[in-house]
């Protein structure tokens, strides 16, 4: 019997990774204790593994705090994967469009397991803007560009995504029992477009569209988001969502989509 790839995990990588992991937007910077606790490791480990990424430039230590931050050569690593990925190339001039056309931050995601993780952007010159999402994972199930893309997922992906992170309430707006999201993704696959209506953060809201690539499958989604007073329902129904679903049309072209009947695609 052929084994499976968990059994040839290496301990030390798996936690080494686990630090990188282990910061966020919102924490930039952990020191050894804490990353031992979260990690539940030996500081003494901890550290030894610090030391090791920071040596090949993967963290950097604050000499005044003494904590540790992500390195260059994380963001280098990053920027190599994104300079790679056909999608983000592909995708960049139909951002740039549909930012100066709406007004607002245009978004591209991916799909990855029950979170969509936000691979590029091109922000508004508006002075009010919302926090950026470039870089981060968050639920799909909460996000319009996670939704135009799960809704061309099968019942049975679905399902296995539940498992691996049940749908959960991020606002008191958020749709996260399966059989109302069910119904919902499937007037998103209806119409080629999901709404974000302060599911995600409050008062800020999003539209997104699937894009697809040469064999019809769903890659990722396109979309804009801003605060709610400029982006009404009624503005995000019959300007933006035409708008999104046109630059979505053209990213898939780019990717060898050919655009002739997109209700029969799947």
């Given at each position: 019997?052929?084994?499976?790839?968990?059994?040839?995990?290496?301990?030390?990588?798996?936690?080494?990774?686990?630090?990188?992991?282990?910061f966020?937007p919102?924490?930039?910077?952990l020191?050894?204790?804490?990353?031992?606790r979260?990690?539940?490791?030996?500081?003494?480990?901890?550290?030894?593994?610090?030391?090791?990424?920071?040596?090949?430039?993967?963290?950097?230590?604050?000499?005044?705090?003494?904590?540790?931050?992500?390195?260059?050569?994380?963001?280098?690593?990053?920027?190599?994967?994104?300079?790679?990925?056909?999608?983000?190339?592909?995708?960049?001039?139909?951002l740039?469009?549909?930012?100066?056309?709406?007004?607002?931050?245009?978004?591209?995601g991916?799909?990855?397991?029950?979170?969509?993780?936000?691979?590029?952007?091109?922000?508004?010159s508006?002075?009010?803007?919302?926090?950026?999402?470039?870089g981060?994972?968050l639920?799909?199930?909460?996000?319009?560009?996670?939704?135009a893309?799960?809704?061309?997922?099968?019942?049975?992906?679905?399902?296995?995504?539940?498992?691996?992170?049940?749908?959960?309430?991020?606002t008191?707006?958020?749709?996260?029992?399966?059989a109302?999201?069910?119904?919902?993704?499937?007037?998103?696959?209806?119409?080629?477009?999901?709404?974000?209506?302060e599911?995600?953060?409050?008062?800020?809201?999003?539209?997104?569209?699937?894009?697809?690539?040469?064999?019809?499958?769903?890659?990722?989604?396109?979309?804009?988001?801003?605060p709610?007073?400029?982006?009404?329902?009624?503005?995000?129904?019959?300007?933006?969502?035409?708008?999104?679903?046109?630059a979505?049309r053209?990213?898939?072209r780019?990717l060898?989509?050919?655009?002739?009947n997109?209700?029969?695609?799947?």
């Open positions: 019997m052929k084994k499976a790839k968990s059994d040839y995990l290496i301990q030390s990588v798996s936690r080494a990774l686990d630090i990188l992991e282990a966020t919102g924490e930039g910077e020191g050894v204790t804490e990353l031992s979260r990690l539940k490791l030996h500081k003494n480990n901890v550290f030894r593994l610090l030391a090791t990424l920071e040596t090949r430039g993967y963290v950097e230590q604050d000499r005044e705090s003494g904590n540790y931050r992500l390195g260059m050569k994380t963001f280098e690593v990053a920027n190599i994967f994104t300079h790679h990925l056909g999608l983000v190339r592909q995708a960049r001039p139909a740039d469009q549909l930012a100066q056309a709406t007004g607002e931050a245009a978004y591209l991916v799909l990855d397991g029950p979170f969509v993780v936000c691979v590029d952007m091109v922000d508004t508006q002075p009010v803007r919302v926090v950026s999402h470039l981060r994972r639920p799909a199930h909460a996000s319009s560009l996670g939704k893309q799960l809704a061309y997922r099968s019942g049975e992906e679905r399902e296995e995504m539940w498992k691996r992170s049940a749908p959960a309430s991020v008191g707006r958020t749709l996260f029992d399966p109302r999201l069910t119904v919902e993704l499937a007037q998103v696959a209806e119409r080629e477009w999901a709404l974000e209506d599911e995600l953060e409050a008062g800020v809201r999003a539209l997104a569209a699937p894009i697809r690539d040469y064999a019809r499958r769903v890659v990722g989604a396109i979309g804009v988001r801003g709610g007073f400029r982006l009404s329902l009624e503005r995000l129904e019959t300007e933006i969502a035409p708008r999104v679903r046109a979505a053209d990213v898939s780019r060898g989509f050919a655009v002739t997109v209700a029969n695609a799947d």
